[in-house]
């Protein structure tokens, strides 16, 4: 009975059994409001934005004003001093003792662009490169579901293996305790005893480290969410074990090439690159440009004795066209156009390696899917197989048509196989998801699908 009891627990640690903990899409809710990742790409992607609204304001209207105010001290006393006359412009007028002169400006200028072929490539450049971060931005939302239910399902695993280490452990105890009682009466060699112990404590070790590795799964979990990771519900035993759909890998790979979020901010950094090109290139192009100046300067002064006169200037407007024409900087425009020739080579092999890589990705999850059905029911019979071949051969042990190696052995085939059944069943659906991440189709229905396999 003690035999049949043990392996029964044995056999209830491979099924999830229904909980009321927090679910995978309480602990997406919580990543989504506190992760510093996502708000890290958020923050980014704004700043990176108002690139385009800075390369626009250069193309607007650019109005400046100025006011100054100066002071010209006079000579000594009982000496002549010459003062602008205010009456008279261009004039000067002579007065004596210690005095100053007064002199007020206001200016006020309004220029605009008419033609600047750098400024337009810089704005389109600007826009590609918003472009760009706003795709990442989507690629960050989408690995935030991959993290947050790998994190998840990484506390489930950890958890089952902690369930196994225990049973393990529990399993190589009673062992190592009916050996030594054998012994004891008779019935088997030393021998059997300090191997049964031998086992019992690396079991032990292995228990100790199962919880180590559970604790660290908590903490990644709560680095996502921001909050302390309670008791998780668990995968349901009958999972639905169904190919990727469409079940063809060639279209997999085109809807992926067509909307990865990495794959597409690329594309868009060769763009930037392209534009920046067309921008430096314009630096051996002229410029026109137009400028309205308003300007009202007046003057006053006072001698030493008191007497102060002052007198309005008068406003005076400016309206013209300015046509720049570089001629020479030094190679400094050969230059830079060569720099940005250079970037764009480096951003078309960058987005060459980021092809490759999602074309990789792509055909290994959907293959990982198609493999993962077979390995979860591979798992799932190794399970149900290990459990029968410890009960026959703690029985042949019993009758001695077994040896304590054999029954050791058995123990540790069914708790490896306990392990991989876990393994294989939570990679299957992170690998289904993953599949979605690389084509660009990741969303929340995902999370809320996946959601409701938990128990």
């Known amino acids: 009975m003690r035999l049949k009891l043990l392996t029964l627990a044995l056999a209830l640690t491979a099924i999830s059994l229904p909980s009321h903990g927090e679910d995978l899409l309480d602990a997406y809710r919580d990543a989504r409001a506190n992760d510093p990742v996502l708000s890290q790409a958020d923050a980014t992607r704004l700043a990176t934005g108002e690139g385009v609204n800075q390369a626009r304001a250069s193309l607007l209207p650019q109005i400046s004003a100025d006011l100054s105010l100066s002071q010209t001290n006079g000579g000594s006393s009982g000496g002549s001093n010459l003062v602008p006359d205010p009456n008279n412009?261009?004039?000067?007028?002579?007065?004596?003792?210690?005095?100053?002169?007064?002199?007020?400006?206001?200016?006020?200028?309004?220029?605009?662009?008419?033609?600047?072929?750098?400024?337009?490539?810089?704005?389109?450049?600007?826009?590609?490169?918003?472009d760009a971060?706003?795709?990442?931005?989507?690629?960050?939302?989408?690995?935030?579901?991959?993290?947050?239910?790998?994190?998840?399902?990484?506390v489930l695993t950890s958890e089952d293996e902690l369930t196994y280490a225990k049973a393990n452990e529990d399993a190589f105890r009673q062992q190592f305790e009916q050996s030594d009682q054998r012994f004891k009466v008779g019935l088997s060699a030393i021998t059997d005893v300090y191997q049964a112990k031998a086992y019992y404590e690396a079991a032990k070790s292995q228990t100790i480290a199962a919880q180590n590795?559970?604790?660290?799964?908590?903490?990644?979990?709560?680095q996502i969410t921001g909050k302390p990771t309670g008791n998780l519900k668990k995968l349901r035993d009958d999972l639905p074990m169904q190919p990727p759909e469409p079940a063809d890998q060639d279209l997999w790979v085109k809807q992926?090439?067509?909307?990865?979020?990495?794959?597409?901010?690329?594309k868009n950094n060769v763009e930037t690159a392209e534009h920046n090109i067309s921008a430096a290139r314009a630096g051996h192009l002229p410029t026109i440009s137009a400028n309205v100046t308003y300007g009202k300067n007046s003057s006053w002064y006072q001698n030493g004795g008191g007497f102060g006169s002052s007198q309005n200037g008068r406003a005076s407007t400016t309206i013209g066209v300015t046509l720049n024409v570089p001629i020479f900087s030094g190679g400094l425009t050969q230059s830079v156009?060569?720099?940005?020739?250079?970037?764009?080579?480096?951003?078309?092999?960058?987005?060459?390696?980021?092809?490759?890589?999602?074309?990789?990705?792509?055909?290994?999850?959907?293959?990982?899917?198609?493999?993962?059905?077979?390995?979860?029911?591979?798992?799932?019979a190794s399970v149900d197989s290990g459990q029968k071949a410890l009960e026959a051969t703690r029985a042949g042990f019993e009758v001695g048509t077994q040896t304590m190696t054999n029954v050791l052995l058995a123990i540790?085939?069914?708790?490896?196989?306990?392990?991989?059944?876990?393994?294989?069943?939570?990679?299957?659906?992170?690998?289904?998801?993953?599949?979605?991440?690389?084509?660009?189709?990741?969303?929340?229905?995902?999370?809320?699908?996946?959601?409701?396999?938990?128990?």
């Open 89 to 130: 412009p261009g004039q000067y007028i002579s007065i004596s003792g210690l005095g100053h002169t007064r002199t007020r400006g206001i200016n006020g200028q309004l220029s605009q662009t008419v033609l600047d072929f750098s400024k337009y490539a810089n704005l389109k450049a600007a826009h590609s490169a918003s």
């Open 133 to 154: 971060q706003d795709e990442l931005y989507q690629a960050a939302a989408q690995e935030l579901y991959v993290r947050v239910a790998t994190a998840y399902f990484g």
């Open 213 to 222: 590795t559970l604790n660290d799964a908590r903490e990644a979990l709560t």
């Open 256 to 266: 992926a090439m067509q909307t990865n979020p990495n794959l597409l901010a690329q």
């Open 337 to 380: 156009v060569r720099q940005q020739i250079y970037h764009r080579d480096e951003a078309t092999d960058a987005l060459e390696s980021q092809r490759r890589q999602v074309v990789r990705d792509t055909l290994n999850y959907y293959r990982s899917v198609i493999a993962g059905i077979a390995q979860v029911e591979s798992a799932k």
């Open 412 to 455: 540790q085939t069914l708790t490896s196989s306990e392990s991989s059944y876990s393994q294989a069943r939570h990679q299957f659906i992170l690998n289904k998801l993953l599949l979605k991440q690389t084509a660009g189709t990741a969303d929340l229905k995902d999370i809320e699908a996946i959601n409701t396999l938990l128990q």
